[in-house]
């Protein structure tokens, strides 16, 4: 474990510098350190923007997605994954895909109100949404804010069918709601574990739980019989990828019914981001993890393929690809995941000629 104690490393953040948006013109740059009494860029607090959207529902075109629709009440996320893909759009909202990402976060509290609307629109049909297809809806704004609860229930109410993808334990706050939803099968949980070695997490992925607090999340929810798959994710050649088969038990011994991954991939701004934080957290061996992802990508670190952009091609990602199929095959022989209901959605006309 190399030694992190130094000026140039910020603790409890994944990027470890704030590159310039590429969509502006100027930027800011340190020309003489010498005179600066404490350092340019510094690990400042988080900074809470308030956003109110016309629309909650993103729709998304790309066909090797899973879902169609999904709601971010958040933009930006606190738990600082080196890796996260979501990066790159923090640029779009004028912030950086680095440090900005982490402590620039938008919420949107009317989000709930706006998605009623929406389903209440004479033209609205419903079908499966996503909760966190970009940032984490569990991540730690939503102690405070509450947004992802709030729309829990306007599914509810609606009897609407969510999914749900996480890697915070605050979800076991909203049970209740979860378990309601569950009798009336509109609900799945999708609990991301990328590590159960916990100084890699913490580098990793520097404040979200530990990976085997999520295991306790996937345990919890099974209990309550709520269906949960395991998404290992992402798989990093060099650094996790050898931990599949551990991850896939144990989400398996705790109750996970099914099972996914994703390997990863560096479009963007983040392939600088990650270069500079492994370049920081392993110098010995950062060339090596960055050669083995290039080679899932046809030799590169951006790969926007679509259909092999997140599980990757060649002889490195079929050997991820084998030992993912062989745990499965061990661990978790049967996965499956029952199909989410759309039987029992009404809208409000309809709720109001039961009265």
Known sequence: MEDLENETYFKGRGSQSNPNNKFHRHQFSTENIEGLDEPFLENSSTEFIKESPKKIISVSNSPDIPFLYSINPYQGCEHGCIYCYARNAHEYWGFSAGLDFERKIIFKPDAAEILEKQINHKSYKPQVIMLSGNTDCYQPAERKFKITRSLLEVFLKYKHPVSIITKNNLILRDLDLLEELNKLDLIHVNVSVTSLNEELRQKLEPRTVTGKGRIKVIEKLSEKNIPVRVMVAPIIPGLNSDEIPEIIKAAANAGATDASFTIVRLNGAIGNIFEDWISKAYPDK???????????????????RWGTRMKG???????????????L????????????????FHKKEEQLKLF
């Open 313 to 327: 091609d060649g002889k490195e990602a079929e050997a991820i690809h084998q030992l993912f199929k062989l745990a």
């Open 329 to 344: 095959k061990k661990y978790m022989p049967n996965p499956s995941l029952n199909q989410l209901s759309l039987a029992h």
């Open 286 to 304: 950062a060339q090596k993890v960055l050669n083995q992802i290039a080679a899932c990508h046809g030799g590169n670190l951006n790969d926007s």
